[in-house]
């Protein structure tokens, strides 16, 4: 069920559709505040960065502070990573960080322009500013501890809808967590899939390089401590109410369901696909020969990052509006 | 209606209770608009997915499966098509 982003936590929690797997830092202070979700197992890892332009002398988180960053949005999951980021560096995100919104395909523009010192993003614009030369990564949840070991995106489904059919929603995140494993086993063909059955705007080459680069290994433990610890770091990041009990949160967050375990997930075979696998060496040449295809005005160079993090209308819907670099321009200027 | 009965109804009592029954019927009028404002307000919600009209009890049969359409997705294609495979229709995206 094709969903559009601005309304995706309000259509779930109101049982426009059932079940999903999203970002757990983007739906935990909505939790919070009362929304009626679960989490039910973790899908995958390492979406999200905060990258410095190479010409800065910042190396180190504790550089960033009192500088410029750009962000595809104020409360978007990397602008939530950078701030879990900062409140365990000892950084107060909203004194000591200059923030500014930008599209996500124009970060590498304004640290081309030097209208930013860094930007924090999800793939796969980390992976392109990178293969550029644009930026180095100063903190990488696919690297980092503890964001290494913890889950961006879990299944999550309608909290009313699993209280009333507990066996359909195992069924439904047992379909998915094999999904997970089948994409971690061959990204390359899950990744040409997605975009020849059109559930994304992007590009094979793209699509492949990005997946490639996230790691799809599921879990039922690991995914309930992601929800803990997300959830101590977006308090001391001053991201959830200084009184809320975090590990209440958390358990309130999470359901176990029967037959959803990693005993479960260990026992489960997935098909190796012939071709179907992405080297390392692979990889990189497909970020090169994206870049080469790309050109500056191409318009459409921002219909394909298809991001979690961008405000609607976005890449999210490829039915939206692909706005020119001019009209943006425009629109910042008025 | 009720306004005029209310009033007419009263029409040898005092202004004092006269306006008691006016306002009360006000109060009628703006619970019955603010109802008609939520009720517009959650349609307008619920239409943010392409909605499956046959799917939506609780109790349904099938699952609704919600995307995006972003990178990290890609489990759920993979997903319907095995479940297209199994000619197993209890999924639904």
Redesign the interface.
């Known amino acids: 069920m094709k969903c559009n982003w601005a309304t995706y936590k309000d259509a779930l929690a109101l049982g426009s559709y059932d079940i999903t797997h999203h970002l757990v830092m983007y739906f935990l202070k909505p939790i919070e505040q009362g929304l009626d979700v679960r989490f039910l197992a973790g899908i995958h890892r390492g979406c999200l960065r905060v990258q410095a332009g190479v010409k800065t002398n910042i190396h180190t988180i504790q550089d960033l502070k009192g500088k410029r960053i750009g962000v595809p949005g104020m409360g978007t999951p990397p602008f939530v990573f950078a701030n879990r980021v900062f409140g365990t560096h000892g950084i107060d995100a909203g004194k000591d960080i200059t923030w500014k919104v930008l599209p996500a395909g124009e970060l590498g523009l304004a640290i081309d322009k030097g209208e930013v010192d860094a930007v924090c993003n999800a793939e796969p614009i980390g992976s392109l500013l990178i293969a550029e030369g644009k930026v180095r990564n100063i903190a990488d949840q696919i690297v980092d501890e503890p964001y290494a070991s913890e889950y961006c995106c879990e299944v999550i489904a309608n909290g009313k809808w699993v209280d009333a059919n507990p066996h359909r929603a195992a069924a439904a995140t047992r379909a998915l967590l094999k999904g997970a494993k089948w994409v971690e086993t061959n990204p390359k063909t899950a990744a040409l899939l997605a975009v020849e059955k059109k559930y994304l705007a992007s590009t094979p080459e793209l699509n492949t390089a990005a997946l490639a680069r996230l790691r799809y290994v599921p879990s039922v433990r690991l995914a309930e401590e992601s929800v803990h610890t997300a959830g101590r770091e977006m308090k001391v990041a001053k991201m959830l109410a200084p009184e809320t009990d975090t590990e209440a949160l958390a358990k309130r967050a999470f359901m176990h369901l029967d037959g959803v375990s990693d005993e479960w997930i260990k026992s489960l075979q997935v098909e190796t696909v012939a071709g179907g696998q992405v080297s390392p060496d692979e990889d990189i040449r497909l970020i090169a020969a994206l870049i080469q295809k790309d050109t500056e005005d191409s318009c459409c160079r921002r219909q394909m990052f298809d991001q979690p993090d961008q405000e609607a209308p976005n890449l999210a819907d490829p039915d939206a509006p692909c706005l020119s670099k001019t009209m943006i321009a425009a629109e910042r200027t008025q | 209606m009720q306004s005029t009965s209310l009033i007419e109804g009263k029409g040898s009592a005092s202004i004092g209770s006269t306006y008691c029954a006016i306002s009360k019927t006000f109060e009628y009028e703006m619970i019955f608009q603010k109802f008609i404002t939520a009720a517009a307000f959650?349609v307008l919600?619920?239409a943010?997915?392409?909605?499956?009209p046959a799917s939506?009890a609780?109790?349904s049969n099938k699952?609704?499966?919600?995307?995006?359409?972003?990178?990290?997705?890609?489990?759920?294609?993979?997903?319907r098509?095995?479940?297209s495979r199994r000619r197993d229709s209890?999924?639904?995206?």
């Open positions: 959650t919600l619920l943010g997915c392409r909605k499956n939506s609780p109790h699952v609704r499966v919600g995307y995006v359409g972003l990178t990290c997705e890609a489990p759920i294609p993979l997903t098509k095995a479940f209890s999924l639904n995206w």
